[in-house]
């Protein structure tokens, strides 16, 4: 099976400007979250969906979003960036559902550099 | 609030030995913890999981401990090898049902293993 792929691999923009990072899950995997991870912060959840539905969101400003797909993947945006929002994205699969224990299986990342 | 801590940012070891990383959480509706492996600009790596069920999972050179009481938890590696040079995390996870697959990370443990 291939492996969840992140578009692109990186980024450069610069404040004020708007961002969008694609995530292909793992095929048959419906859950698919939302990571970012900086220096000082280390990995932190944004957000996670299931079935198109946003299950559960972390704590990070409204300027951060996404979405899901009816085929699993998944779109995060940013708006109006600001230079904290330099980090490396991580995308998540699982195919989990309701209960039980399964891993996540992480993508390679997308670092988004703000100037 | 950190609820998931790594206290040892840095851990060297001779190849051939064991490497031992640890991690606490403070809350107590964990239930199901995970270990990645990090290089640099890479996705986290899945390595081996435990859930709250267990004290105790193997797989190959990794085995994980759980103190629940002590809300610790502990990986092995035995024996180190060159490769497992890297920044290791530990994750944990609550019920899907309260907060879907959101997983907290601890700050992470770099391991340096000598030849």
């Known amino acids: 099976k291939a492996g969840v792929t992140q578009t692109p691999r990186y980024l450069i923009k610069t404040r004020g400007q708007q961002v969008t990072l694609s995530c292909s899950p793992i095929?048959?995997?419906?859950?698919v979250s939302w990571y970012q991870q900086t220096p000082g912060q280390g990995l932190q959840f944004l957000f996670e969906?299931?079935?198109?539905?946003?299950?559960n969101k972390g704590n990070f400003p409204g300027r951060f979003s996404g979405r899901q797909f009816s085929n699993s993947r998944s779109e995060m945006n940013v708006s109006t960036l600001e230079l904290g929002d330099s980090a490396l994205y991580l995308c998540?699969?699982?195919?989990?559902?309701?209960?039980?224990?399964?891993?996540?299986?992480f993508g390679p990342g997308t670092r988004l550099t703000v100037l | 609030d950190q609820q998931v801590k790594q206290n040892s940012p840095s851990l060297s070891v001779q190849e051939g030995r064991i490497s031992i990383l640890n991690c606490d959480y403070t809350?107590?509706?964990?239930?199901?913890f995970l270990w990645y492996k990090k290089y640099p600009a890479e996705g986290p790596t899945f390595l081996i999981s435990?859930?709250?069920?267990?004290d105790k999972n193997e797989d190959g050179r990794f085995t994980v401990f759980l103190n629940k009481s002590a809300k610790h938890l502990s990986l092995h590696i035995v024996p180190s090898q060159p490769g497992d040079s890297a920044v290791y995390f530990c994750?944990?996870?609550?019920?899907?049902?309260?907060?879907?697959?959101?997983?907290?990370f601890g700050g992470g443990t770099r391991v340096l293993v000598k030849p």
């Open positions: 994750a944990a996870r609550g019920s899907i049902k309260a907060a879907g697959n959101k997983l907290t």
């Open positions: 809350n107590s509706m964990f239930d199901y």
């Open positions: 095929s048959g995997h419906r859950s």
């Open positions: 998540a699969s699982s195919s989990l559902r309701n209960e039980g224990y399964n891993e996540q299986f």
């Open positions: 435990i859930s709250s069920i267990k």
């Open positions: 969906y299931f079935s198109e539905t946003q299950r």
